[in-house]
């Protein structure tokens, strides 16, 4: 097991341990963290994939069961501040421990729900421990790393939640339609207690700093650098989901595609998203700012050219790859921006920005639905998408100027 991590101590693991010549034993909790994103990803994701059978069995229509999707969304953004507040001075293994077990009753109960309304409640519950388990999840991702590799320790814990939309979700899908869609929340209640059990062997114990009341961290979220970044999430999510969101009805009806090739079209953007998420760790690591800037601009760059491209199977496939890169390779360097800018509230910050993200979740899913509502095609969601990149990429410019303005300064 890794050592204790002080209370006292700063929040990197002291030089000369494991961790600090390398990932090494922080390794095996870095892994426990990925698995427990893996299955918490599938809890999530996972559901799309059984929307039909839902709908079937519980006797609600489609857009009904898709709801399901958006309350567990709903829950996290309100759920991350919530228990936030309710655990700031809990020992982080503790707390990651207490999320998972609500995650083991929530998935459970959606398992066993026997109408609609009792299985949005329990989306909704489970939910709400989500953002305080990647928030904090991050921070010891962060802490149990050498120094130099922050950002990449952080990647290697969201790589379970890229594997969850590659393998799990497909995966899922499998189990539900041959034993039932509730063999799949029981399969993920399954996988969730494994996760449980590594967490506990391999995960150090980690306290808050102490001396900082919830007050005093509730502040530091006001700095500029802590909302421009959570600015970014949002944005960044909104990019994603006002296309994703859609991206079924885009491929079948724009690009083509017959139904049953574009699970291996998603499988290549799963891939994408993937190779993303690790080199946006090293890149982060290497310049942050200047890294975040240029995903930026490759975002607005591919959002662009996916319009073009739609029509086009052989050329619609690759740009799905490279947008799947570029999305999720700013994920881990956005998290690491807020964990290093919130001095003294980092718990927190972590926790906020899993809901920022999630709320660009739900305005994105809207603002396509309503481009599409007004006249827009689904060809042309992509330059909404590219508008809403190119804002994030003016926030990102302004912040860096913002640091090198205050670097100069000091």
């Known amino acids: 097991m890794l050592p204790t991590i002080d209370p006292a101590v700063a929040p990197a693991v002291a030089p000369g341990t494991d961790a600090a010549r390398g990932f090494g034993r922080a390794g095996y909790a870095l892994a426990a963290l990925s698995v427990a994103s893996f299955s918490i990803g599938v809890g999530e994701f996972g559901i799309m994939g059984l929307l039909p ?8 229509d489609i857009p009904k069961a898709g709801l399901l999707v958006t309350g567990y969304a709903l829950g996290v953004v309100f759920g991350g501040p919530f228990l936030a507040a309710l655990t700031s001075r809990m020992e982080r293994r503790r ?8 995650f083991v009753i929530g998935n459970t109960a959606c398992a066993l729900a026997p109408d609609y309304g009792l299985l949005m409640a329990a989306r909704v519950f489970t939910a709400l421990a989500h953002a305080t388990f990647f928030g904090i999840g991050a921070v010891l991702a962060a802490d149990i790393a050498p120094p130099g590799r922050q950002t990449q320790a952080i990647s290697l814990m969201f790589v379970g939640m890229t594997l969850a939309n590659v393998m799990g979700v497909p995966l899922g899908t499998f ?32 306290y808050p700093l102490a001396g900082i009341s919830f007050r005093q961290e509730v502040r530091a979220l006001t700095r500029g650098e802590v909302l421009l970044a959570m600015l970014l999430s949002v944005l960044s999510s909104i990019a994603f989901f006002s296309v994703f969101t859609y991206i079924a009805p885009m491929l079948e009806g724009v690009t083509g595609m017959a139904p049953q090739s574009i699970p291996y079209v998603l ?8 190779i993303g998420n690790v ?6 690591d290497w310049k942050m700012m200047p890294s975040i800037v240029a995903l930026f601009a490759a975002l607005v760059l591919v959002m662009a050219v996916l319009y073009p491209a739609m029509p086009h199977m052989m050329a619609m496939v690759p740009v799905m790859f490279l947008w799947g890169i570029v999305v999720f390779g700013l994920v881990a360097p956005i998290q690491m921006r807020i964990v290093s800018k919130a001095v003294g509230a ?11 993200f999630n709320l660009g979740n ?5 603002f396509g639905g309503a481009m599409i509502t007004i006249g827009f095609d689904y060809r042309e969601l992509p330059l909404g998408a590219c508008l809403v990149a190119a804002l994030a990429l ?7 100027l913002r640091d090198r303005r205050a670097a100069a300064g000091a």
């Open 53 to 60: 059978g839902v709908a079937q069995d519980l006797g609600v």
């Open 95 to 102: 707390l990651l421990l207490w999320m998972i077990a609500i």
């Open 175 to 206: 189990i539900g339609q041959a034993f039932g869609w509730r063999a799949t929340f029981w399969a993920v209640t399954g996988l969730t207690l494994i996760a449980a059990a590594a967490l506990y062997a391999f995960v150090p114990r980690s």
């Open 267 to 274: 499988l290549v953007f799963g891939v994408g998203l993937t």
């Open 279 to 284: 080199a946006g760790g090293r890149l982060a």
């Open 346 to 356: 980092r718990n927190l910050a972590s926790t906020f920005n899993q809901s920022a």
């Open 362 to 366: 739900a305005i994105g899913a809207w």
């Open 394 to 400: 003016a926030v990102a410019a302004y912040s860096m």
